[in-house]
Structures are given as C-alpha cells and as structure tokens.
C-alpha cells in the first residue's frame, strides 16, 4: 500500500483528504499543518508520496512548495502539490526539482473526479508528472509580466526605480500613502513576487522595470 504524509493547514480539509486518500487505497502515515511538520513527518515516515498545500503557516506564501522542493533534493520524493489559484512561479519550480520526474501540481477547486485524483496520485508514484491543463496554459504564456500592470502601476514601479519612498511617490501623484501601498501590493503580486525571507520584492520589481528599460 502507497504510504503518504499529507500537509494541509486548515482542519477541515486535512481531515477530508485523510479520509478521501485512505478510501482510494492509500495510508495516510502521518497528516500535518505546516512546512516544518511536513519535513520531520518525512524524516520519520519514508513515505512513497507527499501530499501537500503550497501556501502554509507561518507566512501564508510558498512554505509547502519550498518544503517539498528541499525534500526531493535529498531524494526522488514523489510530490503532488495542491493550490486554490495557478502560481506559475510556483509550479516552476516545482517541476524544475528533480528533473520534472514523479511530480504533480494540482488545483484544488478543478478535482472534481475522485477516481481521477486517485490515478493522479499512482502516476506520479510511478514517476511520472500530472499537472492541472490550466496551469499547462499558464505555464505556456511567455508574455512580458509588465504587461499585465495597470498605466497607474507602471507609474508608480518607475517611480520606484528612481528610487521614491511611498510616501514620496504619494506626494507626486496627489493620492494618499495607503493608496501607493495598495498599487504596490498589487504590482508584487502581479510579477510573481510572494513573501519571502530569502529576498527584496521591492529591488526584483525594480529590476524588472529596468530589463525592459534598459
């Protein structure tokens, strides 16, 4: 029998995952809340798949991608990701991990076929890949991400180019401070720049101005 760790932070759905997975056939070894849980569930149980959310505590952003991508870098862990929305950045990376092989990324609200979700599941247990035919699509737009601004974004990230604070771009453009915050919000948002500890969204958006720019 395929044992997995499943990693899922809201209750509910965990315990109904539990419950789906043990009804197709497999053995939930071990079924945690957050990233750091997921590694030591895996360290203790070996298991022959991972299970797990993308966005998990603490930060809500790519906790249970980059789990899963440390994981297959000591092994050739199959991994299935499941997500609410298509992250291209995401899925990127989780198919770069291990050559591609023995993964899949899912998206949550499009598995409607238990039956289909299980053979998934054996697929990518048996080495291969299964990715969501609406993150194939999103994967295949290579469009500029500039271009998915708003004119108002593009003014405020070349004014943050030139190095304005948010207030002083505020002051420019005669809006309010927490109006430039929200333009900001949504311009990370927009290049694919989620939270992380490991950089500075604010430099990686500049710097996309600038390539296109230079």
């Known amino acids: 029998m395929t044992r997995v760790v499943l990693a899922e932070d809201g209750t509910l759905l965990r315990e109904g995952l539990v419950g789906l997975l043990e009804r197709l056939g497999f053995e939930v070894v071990s079924a945690v809340g957050d990233a750091e849980a997921l590694i030591a569930a895996v360290d203790e149980h070996d298991p022959d798949l991972v299970v797990t959310d993308i966005?998990?505590?603490?930060?809500?952003?790519?906790?249970?991608?980059?789990?899963?991508?440390?994981?297959?870098?000591?092994?050739?862990?199959?991994?299935?990701?499941?997500?609410?929305?298509?992250e291209r950045s995401y899925a990127e990376d989780?198919?770069?991990?291990?050559?591609?092989?023995?993964?899949?990324?899912?998206?949550k609200d499009r598995v409607v076929d238990v039956a289909e979700f299980g053979q998934a599941l054996r697929t990518v247990v048996g080495g291969g890949t299964v990715v969501d035919p609406e993150v194939v699509r999103q994967l295949?737009?290579?469009?500029?991400?500039?271009?998915?601004?708003?004119?108002?974004?593009?003014?405020?990230?070349a004014l943050l180019a030139e190095g304005h604070s948010n207030l002083a771009i505020a002051e420019r453009l005669v809006v309010t401070e927490a109006?430039?915050?929200?333009?900001?919000?949504?311009?990370?948002?927009?290049?694919?720049l989620p939270p992380s500890a490991d950089s500075n969204r604010r430099v990686l958006a500049v710097l996309t101005w600038l390539r296109r720019h230079d």
């Open 55 to 86: 966005r998990m505590p603490p930060g809500y952003s790519d906790e249970g991608l980059r789990a899963a991508c440390r994981l297959r870098t000591r092994r050739a862990l199959p991994v299935v990701a499941l997500s609410q929305y298509v």
């Open 94 to 107: 989780l198919l770069d991990s291990a050559g591609g092989r023995a993964v899949g990324y899912l998206l």
């Open 140 to 157: 295949m737009r290579r469009s500029d991400p500039l271009d998915r601004l708003t004119e108002r974004e593009r003014g405020v990230l």
């Open 179 to 192: 109006a430039v915050n929200k333009h900001v919000g949504n311009i990370l948002s927009k290049l694919d």
